[in-house]
């Protein structure tokens, strides 16, 4: 039975990330739940996850913001039932009228004509060929990937353009599709990176609860880089006062499982992520609670967060300087500094389409 007035009283959480599921802040009225005063026995529900469909107009979307290193990226679904309660995604729900927190991981949206959508973007002739970033909002390989398919056919399509692709994942399900990365890899066209917040299977589980455990992910860097894909670890976010301290720890772990590369973000909270993560802080970890958001805001000048560019993915003073530093030297001595290198945009080329008259030749 749950207590948060944004809940029903006979709901029960099995497994999820955000512990309520206020409005989102563009709704001109809240909902609050009230007992009735009567002792009953009532019988609980477990949330379950929903899934609807969109049919995009457009799938790629683009950026301009100068601390991202791509400009383009596809999200074949939106929200994310790994759940992460740090999500930075979070806060998109709201443009669909809905929760960032609870219906973020459990109300989500497919996008089935996705790869439809991407082909036909491809073939526009003032189309100009840079590297697609998948992954980037909300996880490609989440568990409902496998009922969908929509990033291996996105990848399909990517594959037969000769299109540049980054994959961005916590999820086991890239195995599945490593007969398609493998192959785009051995062109340079493909290279992947896969989060490891923690080495600590109960903070992982708190964390991310629908996500695959520490070990698992880590043998999936061990299955990327076997098959010949270029694999970069996460360590991402840095969590400080329950994290942090596990940086060279997971460096170390990445590496021997084959990773070439690594980077690092710290913990960011964007508007309702921060409500979110303080309410989860106070359900896990009560005693930590008040270090955790001391230590952000001293890196954000007093502000739970702060948007500024260049700024915003590491945090500024000297907590920040020393996490820096810290993993710098870390990647270093293992290794994994260099970075995985350019994708090739060379080889970029729109095939025959199905019904052209140069297809009967």
Known sequence: ?????????????????????????????????EADGWDRNEEERVMRTQVSEERPRRIISYNRSPDLPFDRSINPYRGCEHGCVYCFARPSHAYLGLSPGLDFETRLIARPEAPLRLEAELRARSYRVAPIAIGTNTDPYQPVEREYAITRRCLEVLSRFNHPVAVVTKGTLIERDLDILSEMAARGLAKVGVSVTTLDDRLARLLEPR??????????????????????????????????HEIEAILEAARDAGAGAASWIMLRLPREVSRLFQEWLAAHYPDRAGRVMNRLREMHG????????????RGEGVFARMIARRFDLAARRMGLDAGQGALRCDLFEVPLARGDQMALF
């Open 302 to 313: 007093g502000k739970d967060y702060s948007a500024d560019w260049h700024r915003r993915m």
């Open 211 to 244: 996500a695959p455990s520490p070990a698992r992910r880590l043998a999936v860097i061990r299955r990327l880089s076997d098959a010949g894909v270029p694999v970069r670890v996460m360590v991402s976010p840095v969590v400080p006062g329950l994290s942090d």
């Open 1 to 33: 039975m749950t207590e948060d007035a944004t809940l029903p009283h006979d709901l029960r959480l099995r497994a999820r990330g955000a512990v309520s599921n206020a409005v989102g802040r563009f709704e001109a009225h809240g909902v609050r739940y």
